[in-house]
């Protein structure tokens, strides 16, 4: 054993093999709104990432899945172990996961109602994780990406700098009708590849 072995205990020549497992990352669909554009975003985000060749699990996680009281409210007696549940489903959901992508409509220049409850309810199970995001609204949903950053930074999570922003005029007919433009896949890469890395670094120091 080398002089370096002996400081760090092991052999300076044996080779380290490193055995890295998937990375988990949930899409979760900002918005529970009827005739919600969110989910046809989320389904584009969910194929553009499962087509890359990364050692990554993608899942969508929809908001209207998980029936969230709104955090702290009196909930009728019929309707309480519902709503635990629902909470208890959506920490175990959102815990499981190395990191993010969260699918952000834009409500009055900020995140919408639904999604912001739904992370009311969290705090240990997304901290010192990883999130990307992509918005859609008249500018992108740019305006709710700053709402959104301020939030994860209390959550103490490392959102990335790229994100993916779909006008609601140019990337939608009628404002319905998803078609996105080619020039998102660029930021989509740029987003992924971030969160990617920062989501294997982070999983050293949880
Ligand atoms: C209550 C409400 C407020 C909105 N405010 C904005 C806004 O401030 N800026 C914007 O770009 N779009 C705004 N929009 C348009 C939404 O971004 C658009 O309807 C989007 O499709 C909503 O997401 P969803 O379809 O997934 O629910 C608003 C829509 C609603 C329902």
């Given at each position: 054993m080398g002089f370096l072995g002996k400081l760090f205990g092991k052999s300076t020549k044996q080779k380290e093999t490193v055995v890295?497992?998937?990375?988990?990352?949930?899409?979760?669909?900002?918005?529970?709104r009827e005739g919600r554009n969110?989910?046809?975003?989320?389904?584009?985000?969910?194929?553009?990432?499962?087509?890359?060749?990364?050692?990554?699990?993608?899942e969508i996680?929809?908001?209207?899945?998980?029936?969230?009281?709104l955090l702290g409210a009196n909930v009728a007696d019929n309707e309480k172990h519902k709503a635990e549940m629902a909470a208890k489903d959506w920490?175990?959901?959102?815990?499981?996961?190395?990191?993010?992508?969260?699918?952000?409509?834009?409500y009055n220049?900020?995140?919408?109602?639904?999604?912001k409850n739904a992370l009311d309810y969290l705090n240990p199970?997304?901290?010192?994780?990883?999130?990307?995001?992509?918005?859609?609204g008249?500018?992108?949903?740019?305006?709710?990406?700053?709402?959104?950053?301020?939030?994860?930074?209390?959550?103490?999570?490392?959102d990335v700098r790229t994100a993916v922003t779909f006008s609601l005029m140019t990337d939608f007919e009628n404002m319905s009708t998803f078609t996105p433009a080619d020039y998102h896949a660029d930021n989509a890469n740029q987003m992924l590849d971030q969160v990617i890395a920062w989501a294997r670094a982070f999983k050293q120091i949880r």
């Open positions: 890295e497992e998937n990375l988990k990352i949930g899409i979760v669909i900002g918005s529970v969110g989910e046809v975003v989320a389904k584009w985000v969910y194929d553009f990432a499962t087509k890359r060749n990364d050692r990554v699990e993608y996680v929809d908001l209207k899945e998980y029936p969230l009281a920490s175990d959901k959102i815990a499981s996961f190395d990191g993010y992508i969260f699918i952000t409509p834009e220049h900020a995140i919408g109602g639904a999604l199970e997304v901290n010192n994780k990883v999130a990307g995001l992509v918005g859609y008249s500018l992108g949903g740019a305006r709710a990406h700053e709402n959104m950053r301020l939030i994860l930074g209390e959550l103490q999570v490392a």
